[in-house]
């Protein structure tokens, strides 16, 4: 076995453990097939075994890649607190902050937060990630994250920014065929939910209305519910924004879920993210209508 073992081959074999096959490596990597498996043919040369076993299923771990995954996600760790360290000593705010988000968070609301902070900051680029996974912020898979949850267990550094309420909307025309939603419990109604659990439907305001279509982002939600297909239950801010939907009348808002600003503690002192966090900070407090009526 070679005493020195080169980081890319280790940083190739963790995406590659964590994607399951080559081809899916490649995708996340940017490069081509036959980059990954060369370099993980030359980490097998290097360590003497095989770490894959190539399977028409995908990769599978051999007991010696097994092995592998603690100290390459040991030195991962390491590398990444390298970088975050060294990007502390960036005294300027500019330069690219990748921001990880939810869809929910990225339609309207982050644009209008971005119009102010281009005009306050001019040198930050901002590159969003928008997904409904949590972003690994020990891993560097971004460098700030806004996150809707109860709480946040991470060792991570931030802060809860507000408490959003939900509201019932529906498209003005849908209304007016049912008009009698409130007397009959949404009997004859639909509801557009966002996942298969919906125990929630027997306690809303309308327990009589069935689950029509099952839509897990809250764009899909306001677009079925704008074309008239049913009721949806979803944050204010998001509902409010878009014209074709108005909230049921009578039916009083709910709370709904936090939103939060989190980074890796090592990126406090980092002059680019400590504006985002500022500015994002401001824009929250002087924006609280949107997300609490």
Known sequence: ?????????????????RTGSFRKAAEKLGVNH?????????????????????????LQLTASGESLIEPAEDMELQVSSI????????????????LSLPPALSHGLLADMLCGFTEAYPEISVHTIATNRISNLSRHE?????????????DVYGRKLVTFVQA???????????????RSRGEGAHWI???????WVATSPFPKAAVRHVLPEVSMQIEAAAQGLGLIKVPAFAGDADPRIVRVPGVPVQ???????????????????????????????QNQDLFTR
């Open 142 to 154: 971004a460098d700030v994250s806004l996150r809707v949850a109860r709480e946040v267990d991470e």
């Open 255 to 285: 709370s709904g879920y936090d939103i939060w600003i989190l980074y890796h503690g090592d990126l406090r002192r980092v002059a680019k993210v400590r504006a985002f966090a500022d500015f994002t900070k401001d824009y929250f407090s």
């Open 193 to 199: 939910a966002w996942s298969e659990f919906q125990d």
């Open 83 to 98: 970088a975050r360290k060294l990007s502390g000593l960036d005294l300027k705010p500019s330069g690219v902050i990748r």
């Open 168 to 182: 019932v909307y529906a498209a003005p025309a849908y209304l007016e065929r049912h008009p009698e939603l409130a």
């Open 1 to 17: 076995m070679k005493q020195t073992l080169d980081w890319d081959h280790l940083r190739i074999f963790l995406i590659a453990m």
């Open 34 to 58: 036959g980059t990954v498996h060369r370099a993980i043919s030359a980490l097998e040369k290097d360590l003497g075994t095989r770490v894959f076993d190539r399977t028409t299923g995908g």
